[in-house]
């Protein structure tokens, strides 16, 4: 597969995704907003559509979206570490673009919310108690499910077991369950941080919000930051690792 084509189709996907997904966040929360108080399920069925639209649009480059899914498809050698790469740096930019364009669309409601823990919200995950140990014990558990479980789709059917013109990833496995898997998390596992599971996800809007020009926008939490980038990368090795043992392939 062409690295162009992984680079821009992962771009494509990733800013869907996130558009989406930031989207749902601030319809829910946002002043004025006419999904204000939508509530926290409301929040993890969009994310859950949000991945689905993703990974629909993303087929060419086998729909990665998360640096977690990478890293454990890279750990049992579904790809190269040039491509992952290559998938890495698509996936940044693709969540900075969908953030920034979920600004634009609810730039008035931006201007008008008083808080900037809800402006900063709508771009990055948090958690409810900041304690960085568990904080990042609760990331890895949450992303170490969805890696591990993808990697299970892709053992039951012909999926990325036999394709030979679509990378490993997402899109070979379909969009509904991969979709059904992070609503199932966000609803089972997100209570504590908001679930990034995905480093991209987090760092790419929180470097928007940090840039963009968001009246009374407030800190960008940079010390809180590492915790959704390392605990999915570390939650995405132990996936694919725990894949290898325990999910032996079918004859």
């Not at 491509?83 to 730039?107: C, D, P």
């Not at 809180?224 to 290898?244: D, E």
């Amino acid at each position: 597969m062409n690295l162009g084509i992984i680079f821009l189709s992962e771009v494509v996907g990733t800013a869907m995704l996130v558009l989406l997904g930031t989207g749902v966040v601030a319809t829910a929360i946002l002043t004025k907003s006419k999904g204000l108080g939508g509530g926290w399920l409301l929040i993890n069925f969009g994310w859950g559509l949000a991945v689905f639209a993703g990974v629909t649009v993303s087929y060419a480059s086998g729909a990665h979206l998360n640096p977690a899914v990478t890293i454990g498809l890279l750990t049992v050698g579904k790809i190269t570490i040039t491509q992952a790469l290559v998938y890495w740096a698509a996936q940044l930019v693709g969540a900075f673009i969908g953030a920034i364009i979920t600004w634009f669309a609810f730039k008035q409601h931006f201007d008008l919310e008083e808080d900037p823990g809800k402006k900063l919200g709508v771009f990055s995950t948090g958690p409810e108690i900041r304690s960085y140990g568990w904080n990042l014990v609760t990331e890895i558990i949450g992303t170490f499910v969805l890696v591990f479980v993808v990697l299970s789709f892709g053992k039951t059917g012909a999926g990325v077991e036999t394709t030979t013109t679509v990378p490993a990833g997402l899109a070979a496995l379909g969009a509904l369950p991969v979709a059904l898997l992070v609503v199932g998390i966000g609803a089972s596992l997100g209570g504590p941080t908001g679930y990034a599971i995905n480093p991209a996800r987090d760092l790419g809007p929180r470097i928007a919000h940090a840039l963009l020009p968001i009246k009374g926008k407030g800190s960008s939490d940079w010390s809180y930051a590492w915790v959704p980038i390392v605990g999915p990368l570390i939650g995405g090795v132990l996936g694919g690792l725990a894949s290898l043992v325990l999910l032996p392939a079918i004859s």
